[in-house]
């Protein structure tokens, strides 16, 4: 079983009466665009309460949905904010940087070669002795064994079978691979925020 999927088996959203902790560290905010897109989903895009606070303030975001819990000041009381959006759009770029963890999510976090997500690490399909480039669509992520299986030939000559053809991915392919992979904690109130088929606990 893939990773994505024990994750997802094991990820519900929670009311406020089930949060593990009862510090307002508990409280972060689910931000969205100006869309009312989330800005990530791999990793969520989350503010801690602080910031979500002075970005209201600021006149940054709107409060979208609230928990139940407040925070008080000598001529304030104020219900923590669950989910806020962002007054101006932020344009995402077309492609994401090349990153370890752009890639590693890319290829949902598991070996092309054998389907491990034990000890990954990763591998340049075409060897760099033979001329191959460090770029999206020349580098794979495989685990430590398989890696050092295919040393430095390509997959043909180490008899080893590409899952995936590496490929350089959008901003948007990216985000729909992060849809794999909900954390184990997620709040009732983002619920209509995201796009994830994971059911409401009762």
């Not at 929670?14 to 931000?31: K, N, Y």
């Not at 997500?117 to 002795?129: A, E, G, M, N, Q």
């Not at 295919?150 to 985000?175: D, S, V, Y």
């Not at 997620?186 to 994971?198: A, F, G, K, Q, S």
């Amino acid at each position: 079983m893939f990773k994505a999927e024990l994750i997802e088996k094991a990820a519900r959203f929670r009311g406020a009466e089930e949060d593990p902790t009862r510090s307002l560290q508990a409280c972060p905010a689910l931000v969205l665009n100006a869309d009312y897109t989330p800005l990530s989903y791999y990793p969520l895009s989350l503010w801690p309460w602080q910031t979500a606070i002075k970005a209201v303030f600021l006149d940054r975001v709107d409060i979208i949905e609230s928990y139940d819990r407040e925070v008080h000041s000598p001529n304030l009381d104020m219900k923590i904010p669950s989910v806020i959006a962002l007054r101006q759009y932020v344009k995402p770029s077309e492609f994401p940087a090349f990153t370890r963890f752009n890639l590693f999510l890319r290829d949902r976090f598991v070996c092309q070669y054998c389907g491990s997500d034990k000890s990954l690490t990763f591998d340049h399909v075409i060897p760099r002795r033979a001329g191959g480039r460090t770029t999206w669509e020349n580098i794979a992520t495989a685990c430590a064994p398989c890696n050092m299986k295919k040393g430095g030939r390509t997959p043909k000559e180490a008899h080893m079978q590409l899952q995936c053809e590496p490929i350089r991915p959008t901003h948007w392919q990216l985000q729909q691979y992060g849809k794999q992979f909900p954390p184990n904690y997620l709040h009732e109130t983002w619920r209509d925020w995201l796009y994830w088929d994971i059911e409401l606990e009762a």
